[in-house]
């Protein structure tokens, strides 16, 4: 379950509030024989390479799901997605000097019963009760009503930002739902990769992303590589050049492109979206394999109201039109 965006930070006795942790996207869970694994949000096993999750086996009941976070931090103790990248790269080689640890902050099963339908505010205090908490396993407090404040500290503290989930949401799988809105203190999404500007040291990237059918471009991304990184991401570029612009029509671009297949995504911070339709200030932030192409879209940020219910408020259409009905399962 994927969230959309909000326009500002709010506040709203009708969502509980949580840092928003910058790791990769993760599920956690424990089989009914007793071993413990994890997956990305492409289904990639990525068991092998933290082989320190297993020690979540003493924590979780056999049948048990948690959604969350897998982050590694800095020597101040905030989440540090470049060393988790690195991280990723080398596996469990760097155990010992990066080590990461699973931010849970949703429970999906416990002992083979779905919780999937149950609203967030009872799935939290299962998770609370039934999961203990310790050791590579982590489930940090949410805050009620006051998102502002919540924001303004992470602001401070120089974190990512702040989740907003509505107390009665129900978990699905598979969608982006309104009824959980991410406040970025930092602007940053995933784009995909249409094409490369070579150079002697650092290149440059063209990026892109879906709306309405189409793939559409959001400028040139220039900064925040070094020689490790480039020069991977160009290796791999180069195993997915084409002759023609994936774009219809071509964007205008001075110097000599080479086009690419739209399947590499990667991670770009920014300041904000120019009236064109491009990024101001783009800056790489890393690749992003676990993402597919099809989910680099351009959020709309939603207006949240404090304290009232309106259609511009997802509390208004869950109240309206509350899920009903089997949830399906997704490939």
């Given at each position: ?15 509980v ?29 990525l ?27 800095d020597?101040?103790?905030?989440p ?9 790269e ?10 990461v ?28 009760k ?8 982590l ?46 203190a ?7 990769v249409?094409g ?10 063209l ?7 189409q ?6 991304v220039?900064?925040?590589?070094d ?28 110097g ?34 676990e993402?597919?192409?099809a ?10 109201l404090?304290?009232r ?23």
């Amino acid at each position: 379950m994927q969230a959309g965006s909000a326009e500002a930070p709010f506040s709203s006795p009708d969502y509980v509030f949580e840092v928003k942790w910058d790791g990769v996207r993760a599920v956690l869970f424990r089989d009914p024989s007793g071993d413990v694994h994890a997956h990305d949000r492409a289904l990639a096993d990525l068991t092998p390479l933290f082989p320190e999750l297993a020690e979540a086996r003493r924590n979780l009941p056999p049948g048990t799901v948690l959604d969350g976070e897998l982050v590694a931090t800095d020597d101040e103790g905030r989440p540090d997605y470049h060393r988790l990248r690195r991280r990723l790269e080398a596996g469990a080689e760097l155990a010992e000097e990066i080590p990461v640890s699973f931010v849970a902050f949703d429970l999906l099963y416990l002992r083979e019963k779905p919780l999937l339908r149950q609203p967030l505010d009872k799935r939290r205090s299962r998770l609370q009760k039934d999961v203990e908490i310790g050791g590579v396993l982590l489930a940090p407090d949410h805050i009620a009503d006051n998102g502002v404040d919540l924001f303004e500290a992470c602001l401070e503290r120089g974190l990512e930002g702040v989740m907003a989930k509505h107390r009665s949401s129900t978990y699905v799988p598979g969608q982006r739902s309104p009824f959980w809105l991410k406040v970025k203190a930092v602007q940053s999404d995933d784009f995909v990769v249409v094409g490369w500007l070579p150079a002697r040291a650092y290149g440059a990237l063209l990026v892109a992303y879906h709306e309405r059918g189409q793939l559409l471009p959001a400028g040139t991304v220039t900064g925040g590589f070094d020689q490790a990184s480039w020069g991977a991401l160009e290796l791999q570029l180069r195993e997915h050049a084409r002759e023609e612009c994936p774009l219809d029509p071509p964007p205008v671009v001075t110097g000599s492109v080479r086009w690419v297949e739209p399947s590499t995504v990667v991670s770009v911070r920014y300041s904000e979206w120019s009236a064109d339709g491009t990024l101001r200030f783009p800056i790489f932030n890393g690749l992003r394999p676990e993402v597919h192409p099809a989910e680099c879209v351009r959020h709309r940020p939603r207006v949240v109201l404090e304290n009232r219910v309106s259609p511009e408020n997802p509390a208004y259409w869950l109240t309206r039109f509350p899920f009903e009905g089997e949830l399906e399962t997704l490939p």
